[in-house]
């Protein structure tokens, strides 16, 4: 079989240093697995042949989740944990283990992000999105880590952040706040771990229509998040195939990178009109045919 039509899944890290194996390389770990990108996420690996253990909150989306998975022939089993407790996040990995053998993959997809304008901010409100967003991935990628390392092992560990790291928006300074540590973690596991091949990355997906009763995708929705060069929204598949080729051996050199996935909506924007007019009395930002243009001044927010 050609590299080019090799299946592409979470096989032995050909950069990995001679001698020193995969662990359950097939078995995949992924958090906050009934959501939208997570069940996405499950499903990519899933149609590799991949053993997949989902984890998210105890509930009725996370046994459907691997109900679907089950009939589809995958080896795939719920692992419930409420990932906002240290002590829930800290053990997730070893309850894996035991269920399949240490992970080769870790997707740390879980993230909460209850809207709050920054004036009704709490601690209570401010330290659950870290516990979620930040402490849980800490805490999951350490301990597999830490497990690897002990057995002389390698294996991938992949972040799901957002755009927000980038744009600050109302309501949203817990979660962009969040976001963002959770890419200098990626890269100061990356710096840590990498000498044992163990790979570090995320995906910064942009938008995306997770069409659900807590995120409802109404046309006000839709056209905004459709602002971008390519012209439409993000789906989770296009999120979910992008961390499958992060964790697998064709990105075997890449470690410590943030993957934009966002439609190129971090590249800039389209809504900017073609020619600025010339202020009066000013060069300011004017081209020389500009004046002539006729256009009117025209602001967007980023």
């Not at 710096?191 to 009763?213: L, M, Y």
């Not at 004017?286 to 927010?301: K, L, M, V, Y």
């Amino acid at each position: 079989m050609s590299p080019r039509t090799r299946a592409r899944t979470p096989s032995p890290e050909r950069s990995a240093p001679p001698g020193r194996p995969a662990p359950s390389a097939r078995h995949v770990l992924v958090t906050g697995a009934a959501g939208g990108i997570g069940a996405a996420i499950c499903a990519a690996f899933a149609e590799e042949g991949c053993t997949v253990t989902a984890s998210d909150l105890p509930g009725a989306p996370l046994n459907a989740l691997v109900e679907r998975l089950a009939a589809q022939g995958v080896s795939a089993r719920a692992l419930p944990a409420d990932l906002s407790g240290a002590q829930a996040a800290a053990d997730l990995v070893g309850r894996a283990s035991d269920l399949a053998g240490t992970p080769g993959v870790l997707v740390n997809a879980a993230g909460i992000y209850p809207a709050t304008p920054l004036g009704e901010m709490t601690a209570e409100v401010w330290d659950r999105v870290m516990d979620v967003n930040v402490r849980a991935a800490m805490l999951t990628t350490t301990a597999l880590a830490r497990t690897l390392i002990e057995r002389g092992e390698t294996g991938t560990v992949v972040n799901i952040t957002s755009g927000a790291a980038l744009r600050a928006r109302p309501g949203a300074a817990h979660y962009s706040a969040s976001k963002a540590a959770l890419e200098m973690l990626t890269r100061s596991c990356a710096v840590e771990f990498g000498a044992h091949g163990i790979r570090v990355n995320a995906v910064s997906p942009g938008f995306v229509t997770v069409d659900s009763a807590a995120n409802p995708v109404t046309d006000a929705y839709a056209a905004a998040v459709s602002v971008n060069p390519l012209g439409r929204p993000g789906e989770p598949d296009d999120i979910a195939r992008a961390v499958r080729w992060v964790a697998g051996p064709e990105a075997s050199w890449m470690t410590g990178s943030i993957v934009r996935l966002d439609g190129g909506a971090s590249a800039g924007t389209t809504t900017l009109p073609l020619h600025w007019p010339q202020l009066s009395g000013t060069q300011a930002g004017a081209a020389p045919d500009t004046a002539a243009s006729g256009a009117a001044p025209h602001q967007e927010a980023s």
